[in-house]
């Protein structure tokens, strides 16, 4: 006698669909639904969160400059810098980006600074 299980066509075109109709749900979810890995939206996370602290920041890092000794000596010459990479190393130097109970400036705070600062 045979024991072998038979398994009728139905049943595996049923498995055969379902696992199709799995790969599509996927591939749409992540083409078109927004969906995303944990990692990228960690990473979407942390863009944004570093975005908001710059915009934040900038604002007082503008502040500090303007009420800073020499300030109008000190426009003139970042006005003068023709980079604006290198604007944002003139203020990070000058400290005007470096927060309280930090040792270092935040390059996207002097970066954002030196651009607010350019348009005074």
Request: charged share 20%; with cysteine; hydrophobic share 45%.
């Amino acid at each position: 006698m045979d024991y072998a299980v038979k398994r009728s066509p139905q049943i595996g075109s049923l498995i055969m669909g379902a696992i199709g109709g799995a790969a599509a749900l996927a591939f749409v979810g992540f083409v078109f639904g927004g969906w995303v890995t944990s990692s990228t939206a960690a990473e979407l996370a942390r863009q944004r969160a570093e975005k908001a602290v710059v915009a934040a920041l900038a604002p007082i890092c503008v502040e500090k400059f303007r009420h800073a000794a020499n300030a109008d000596v000190n426009l003139g010459r970042l006005k003068d810098i023709r980079f604006s990479w290198e604007q944002g190393t003139f203020v990070g130097k000058g400290g005007w980006a470096t927060q309280p109970g930090s040792d270092e400036p935040n390059s996207g705070v002097a970066q954002a600074c030196a651009e607010m600062l350019s348009k005074l």
